[in-house]
């Protein structure tokens, strides 16, 4: 019985999602993503409290998608949007849905400082290394030697500046409580990054601070592979640049849901 109610499960729309055809690209892991953040906010009863944020990128199309209340912000804006929305709502749930060429170059300063602050919001930051909306330039996380189109021969770092790990930066910021970094290549890691999902919702919910999760996702198109390849791509390229884990947690008496999801199999 068990088994079978883990199917339905599996096969049955989350109440926090339309129903709405995809318009993304074959192979993208935004469809993903936003699955596992339906199904983290039904299973917290917290579909009627949410306010979600996105800006401009492929994650504008979001409010596509979600079965709650979604607001679009200015390029790079969206944590400062995110911010005004939690300090008017302190009670709902606020996030920010934010690709890496958003976050990580024109919205820098914003979420440097919104990390610095403690703002009471939940980021989810999809690094999939490239402008994937605009034609596939070379975004602040490109790998070096990645082949982008602004860098045709492949990321130099004496040309093009180092991969920017932006997650662990912000861990250096006394107002972010919880940062880490998840994927979607395979099922077990789907698993645990929606653990890490849950885990930041749950630590906005106490007020404790600033909560991010990165997850490592595909762009097929930009990346020029099948959607197969390009989840072996994450898990044989840019894992080794981008470690997965939890990378802060202060709140120390919880279970590292990595260890707990692995623990699981």
Same mark, same amino acid.
């Given at each position: &019985?068990?088994?079978?109610?883990?199917?339905?499960?599996?096969?049955?729309?989350?109440? /926090?999602?339309?129903?709405?055809?995809?318009?993304?690209?074959?192979?993208? $892991?935004? $469809?993903?993503?936003?699955?596992?953040?339906?199904?983290?906010?039904?299973? +917290?009863?917290?579909?009627?409290?949410?306010?979600?944020?996105?800006?401009? $990128?492929?994650?504008?199309?979001?409010? =596509?998608?979600?079965?709650?209340?979604? &607001?679009?912000?200015? =390029?790079?804006?969206?944590?400062?949007?995110?911010?005004?929305?939690?300090?008017?709502?302190?009670?709902?749930?606020?996030?920010?849905?934010?690709?890496?060429?958003? #976050? @990580?170059?024109?919205?820098?300063?914003?979420?440097? =400082?919104?990390?610095?602050?403690?703002?009471?919001?939940?980021?989810?930051?999809?690094?999939?290394?490239?402008?994937?909306?605009?034609?596939?330039? +070379?975004? !602040?996380?490109?790998?070096? @030697?990645?082949? /982008? %189109?602004? %860098?045709?021969?492949?990321?130099? @770092?004496?040309?093009?500046?180092?991969?920017?790990?932006?997650?662990? &930066? #912000? @861990?250096?910021? !006394?107002?972010?409580?919880?940062?880490?970094?998840?994927?979607?290549?395979?099922?077990?890691?789907?698993?645990?990054?929606?653990?890490?999902?849950?885990?930041?919702?749950?630590?906005?919910?106490?007020?404790?601070?600033?909560?991010?999760?990165?997850?490592?996702? %595909?762009?097929?198109?930009?990346?020029?592979?099948? !959607?197969?390849?390009?989840?072996?791509?994450?898990?044989?390229?840019? %894992?080794?640049?981008?470690?997965?884990?939890?990378?802060?947690?202060?709140?120390?008496?919880?279970?590292? !849901?990595?260890?707990?999801? #692995?623990?699981?199999?």
């Amino acid at each position: &019985m068990a088994g079978a109610k883990k199917i339905r499960t599996l096969f049955t729309k989350p109440e /926090s999602l339309k129903e709405t055809p995809t318009i993304y690209c074959p192979g993208c $892991g935004h $469809g993903i993503i936003h699955r596992l953040l339906a199904e983290v906010l039904d299973e +917290m009863g917290a579909r009627e409290r949410v306010l979600s944020v996105a800006p401009v $990128g492929c994650a504008v199309f979001a409010y =596509h998608y979600f079965n709650f209340d979604c &607001m679009e912000a200015p =390029h790079g804006r969206t944590p400062v949007v995110a911010t005004g929305l939690k300090r008017a709502h302190p009670d709902c749930l606020v996030f920010s849905y934010q690709g890496d060429g958003d #976050l @990580a170059a024109i919205g820098t300063a914003e979420i440097i =400082h919104c990390a610095n602050r403690g703002e009471k919001i939940t980021v989810i930051f999809v690094n999939n290394g490239t402008y994937g909306m605009t034609g596939g330039q +070379m975004a !602040p996380t490109t790998l070096l @030697a990645q082949k /982008s %189109t602004t %860098t045709v021969s492949g990321r130099e @770092a004496a040309r093009d500046g180092y991969p920017l790990k932006i997650t662990e &930066m #912000l @861990a250096l910021t !006394p107002g972010s409580v919880f940062l880490a970094r998840g994927s979607i290549h395979s099922p077990r890691h789907v698993r645990i990054t929606k653990q890490y999902i849950r885990k930041a919702f749950e630590i906005q919910d106490q007020k404790l601070g600033f909560t991010l999760v990165e997850i490592l996702s %595909t762009c097929p198109v930009n990346w020029k592979l099948s !959607p197969a390849d390009s989840l072996r791509r994450i898990e044989e390229v840019v %894992t080794k640049d981008y470690p997965l884990g939890i990378i802060k947690d202060t709140t120390s008496n919880s279970t590292n !849901p990595s260890s707990a999801a #692995l623990a699981e199999e």
